[in-house]
């Protein structure tokens, strides 16, 4: 089993930035991919950004230009920094961390709450 902690949610002005944090622990071994998802209430969870084990990165265009994801493979730990944050931005965000042999298995975080508002 693998476990997720994230942390870095809060309230941030439009236009502002916050960094989040997942650490990833227990059986990580095989952990090949991590990424991060975004849900709006009543809509579905959404892909956001994805990092692999080796720094390739992937986003969605949703936040190309103002997301970054990163990784501390030391500290098992995946960062997104959120830079011009929108009032309409999805308001749970989800780290995922993905096991892609022998077959793909997927961990969820609880989820970590951003309110962009003024």
């Known amino acids: 089993q693998v476990q997720l902690v994230e942390s870095g949610g809060g309230l941030v002005q439009p236009g502002g930035s916050l960094r989040l944090s997942c650490v990833a622990s227990?059986?990580?071994?095989?952990?090949?991919?991590m990424g991060w998802y975004r849900q709006a209430p009543g809509n579905q969870r959404e892909f956001g950004a994805s990092?692999?084990?080796?720094?390739?990165?992937f986003s969605a265009d949703s936040v190309k230009g103002r997301f970054t994801i990163s990784r501390d493979n030391p500290k098992n730990t995946v960062y997104l920094q959120m830079n011009n944050l929108k009032p309409d931005e999805p308001s749970v965000y989800y780290c995922?961390?993905?096991?892609?042999?022998?077959?793909?298995?997927?961990?969820w975080g609880q989820g970590t709450q951003v309110t962009v508002s003024s």
């Open positions: 990092i692999l084990n080796d720094g390739n990165s």
């Open positions: 995922k961390a993905s096991e892609l042999v022998p077959c793909t298995t997927n961990y």
């Open positions: 227990g059986n990580i071994e095989n952990i090949e991919v």
